[in-house]
């Protein structure tokens, strides 16, 4: 069984979730279900006491803030929410995705293997492994699985404390288990689009179609770069153009996606061939692309192909910060971009920003407020929105060892006060939510009874937070604020340290020091 932590409707539109589904339904050694929080596959969908017929039982994990929702669907389908307390009658439990690849360790009691990394290369072997000793004792199919290239087993790793509470290192408790587990990448010619097409989708009727996978950008808190680096482009004639047009006879909705399609090398081709008469009728929509990429024919094309506006990230509308962060984007670029979206018959523009960024000031948001003023005034009659959340410490990226700045939940009213008496719609995401999710990112295992303490309030940060005081964790969970909010030094071992990225902790300590040091 495939579950995913939401919705139908939402869990469909999820690419990697239909990829995953798609590569164990084509198997014939596999007959796979699908969950969602509201209905599933028969026979198991939705009914109780499935568990021990279950051979696996695996979740795609893509927000920190689904993690909770794990719980509720091994219970539905009962199967013992700790690791620890399966036996060889129940389901291996297994999850994947850019949350449990960047730090699975707050949820690793919860999992009998964790999948690092692409699932095109990582889903065969996982397999294939498991079919090889599919009869064996349930011990004996996890040491195999541990030998699996990308496949972290947790129950195999123990954390050790120092006298003070401190994390030491996660380490193999048995002899043959590798010390460190590495990210797999899939390098093929394509990437991945749509399988299933349906109306009951968040998106309705679209054909997903990944452009590019990764970014060259290298923003140094961006997990969708830095964790899945390398930047991975199809070719146009073998990769692009034949998974547009696998799904262009089931529906004449296009979506191009990726963290930044436009730097495709051939994305210029792309959409000349997207301009041409058999498209006529197709409605065509990109995710956020760089503003430095936005040209008069992309307003174009895309405003002909039904589109209404254009989404592109500026993170800051103060000059020093962008460059602290390595966004390399200058003002006059985001002002050409909402200049060729307008001429090209756009309606809109959707920028995204963040606050509490490492090293930010309050004169830094007032930039930002100032940015999108003098934009509204430079381009009047295109709609301007900004979205905007609080910077996150993720694993991986240079900033994993910076902090929620609290001052950011004032920044975003500032933001407020500023630009919604003007006509500039703003979209804050919740600083309570942002600080749930440093909390899930940061933490080590010790977070997971406060995990199983939080559901059914895990919409409140007020809940989260009694749930970590009231915790028994042995030893003791370090303080809130060390966790959430506090800059962590060089020498501090990371929950994830075990885990191997793309690219080493030095190498993203030397990016850290570039920007802060």
């Excluded at 021990?52 to 539905?76: H, K, N, R, T």
């Excluded at 090889?132 to 954390?159: D, E, F, M, N, T």
């Excluded at 003070?164 to 990448?185: N, R, S």
């Excluded at 997903?208 to 146009?236: D, H, K, N, Q």
């Amino acid at each position: 069984m495939l579950a995913f932590p939401s919705t139908y409707s939402v869990g469909i539109t999820s690419l990697g979730f239909q990829v995953v589904w798609a590569t164990l339904a084509r198997r014939s050694d596999v007959d796979v279900r699908r969950l969602f929080t509201d209905q599933g596959d028969p026979p198991h969908g939705g009914q109780r006491g499935r568990g021990p017929d279950l051979d696996l039982f695996g979740l795609s994990l893509s927000w920190e803030l689904d993690g909770p929702v794990l719980l509720d669907l091994l219970e539905q389908q009962r199967i013992p929410l700790w690791a620890s307390e399966r036996g060889d009658q129940h389901p291996i439990v297994f999850g994947g995705g850019p949350v449990l690849t960047a730090n699975p360790e707050p949820l690793a009691p919860f999992f009998d293997a964790v999948l690092l990394g692409d699932g095109e290369l990582l889903l065969p072997a996982f397999i294939d492994a498991l079919q090889a000793c599919r009869s064996a004792p349930r011990a004996q199919r996890l040491r195999q699985l541990a030998q699996v290239p990308g496949v972290y087993v947790p129950s195999l790793y123990a954390p050790r404390y120092g006298g003070e509470g401190q994390l030491l290192a996660v380490e193999p408790i048995e002899a043959g288990i590798p010390e460190t587990v590495a990210k797999q990448t899939w390098r093929g010619n394509t990437l991945s689009h749509s399988t299933v097409i349906t109306p009951e989708a968040a998106w309705p009727s679209i054909h997903m179609v990944e452009v590019v996978r990764s970014c060259p950008e290298l923003c140094r808190f961006c997990l969708a770069s830095y964790l899945t680096l390398p930047f991975r482009t199809p070719s146009l004639d073998d990769g692009l153009i034949p998974a547009v047009e696998a799904g262009l006879g089931a529906t004449q909705r296009l979506g191009l996606l990726g963290a930044s399609v436009t730097q495709h090398p051939q994305f210029s081709d792309l959409l000349q061939w997207l301009d041409g008469d058999r498209f006529e009728g197709t409605r065509v929509s990109v995710s956020s692309v760089r503003a430095a990429t936005v040209t008069p024919e992309l307003g174009r094309i895309l405003a002909k192909r039904g589109s209404k506006s254009l989404t592109i990230a500026i993170e800051s509308g103060s000059e020093r910060l962008r460059q602290v962060v390595n966004k390399k984007l200058a003002g006059e670029e985001i002002f050409a971009a909402a200049r060729y979206a307008k001429e090209g018959g756009l309606s809109g523009l959707k920028l995204y920003g963040m606050v509490g960024l490492p090293s930010e000031t309050e004169a830094d948001v007032e930039a930002t407020a100032e940015l999108l003023l003098a934009l509204k005034k430079a381009t009047p009659g295109l709609r301007l929105s900004l979205g905007v959340s609080t910077f996150v410490p993720k694993a991986h990226t240079p900033f994993q060892w910076q902090g929620v700045r609290p001052e950011a939940e004032k920044r975003l009213k500032l933001l407020a006060k500023r630009l919604k008496p003007k006509g500039v719609e703003l979209r804050p995401e919740s600083y309570g939510w942002s600080v749930i999710q440093a909390l899930l990112s940061r933490s080590d295992r010790r977070l997971a009874p406060v995990i199983a303490a939080a559901r059914g309030r895990h919409d409140s940060l007020g809940g989260w937070k009694q749930a970590y005081r009231q915790s028994e964790a042995t030893p003791a969970l370090p303080s809130w604020e060390a966790v959430v909010h506090a800059p962590w030094g060089a020498e501090q071992v990371l929950p994830w340290g075990h885990l191997q990225g793309p690219l080493p902790a030095t190498t993203l300590r030397q990016h850290h020091d570039q920007a802060l040091g």
